[in-house]
């Protein structure tokens, strides 16, 4: 099936908690405890893409500044009856296009101690892990989170 991509602002924030919660995260994580608020505060603080087929959200993934030289792409979500179609992976583009587009030297994210399974997708995609990484919004209620990076091409 087919999908598309549009940009999410505050207001989107239920459809986009709504995939959130649909994805199925640890209920040890503070993912499973973010609220719509949360979401429309963060989306409000850089923006977001929502993913839509048939007419409903099916995909998210947020982003924010953080300094002159990092984009964070944040909540990358999709439901798990749309797997496997390749919306993940235009997601995690989509936010690499705005970090190119505004000039961030990296892209950096966070994958919870409780979601490690998902670090392959993501090295597929080219990021790494950056041990000396720090993602400037952990949760300091949970373990801290596994850093990766991808470099955009441009020196800070």
């Given at each position: 099936m087919t ?5 999410a602002?505050?207001a ?5 908690h709504?995939v959130m919660?649909?994805?199925g ?5 503070s993912w499973s405890r973010?609220?719509v ?13 929502l ?17 002159p ?7 990358l979500?999709?439901r798990?009856?749309v797997r ?9 583009r ?15 994210l966070?994958?919870?101690q ?18 000396a990484?720090?993602?400037a919004?952990a949760?300091?209620s ?8 991808k470099?955009s091409?441009r020196?800070?």
């Amino acid at each position: 099936m087919t999908f598309t991509l549009r940009p999410a602002l505050p207001a989107d924030a239920p459809a986009f908690h709504a995939v959130m919660m649909a994805a199925g995260m640890d209920p040890r994580s503070s993912w499973s405890r973010t609220r719509v608020e949360d979401v429309a505060w963060s989306l409000g603080q850089g923006g977001g893409f929502l993913a839509w087929q048939d007419g409903q959200a099916v995909g998210c993934v947020g982003w924010r500044p953080d300094g002159p030289d990092t984009l964070t792409l944040n909540k990358l979500a999709t439901r798990p009856e749309v797997r496997g179609q390749g919306i993940g992976v235009a997601l995690v583009r989509a936010v690499e296009e705005v970090a190119a587009r505004d000039g961030y030297a990296r892209v950096l994210l966070a994958v919870s101690q409780y979601n490690l399974d998902v670090l392959p997708f993501y090295e597929r995609l080219g990021y790494r892990v950056d041990p000396a990484a720090v993602y400037a919004h952990a949760n300091p209620s949970s373990p801290p989170p596994t850093v990766l990076i991808k470099e955009s091409g441009r020196t800070p």
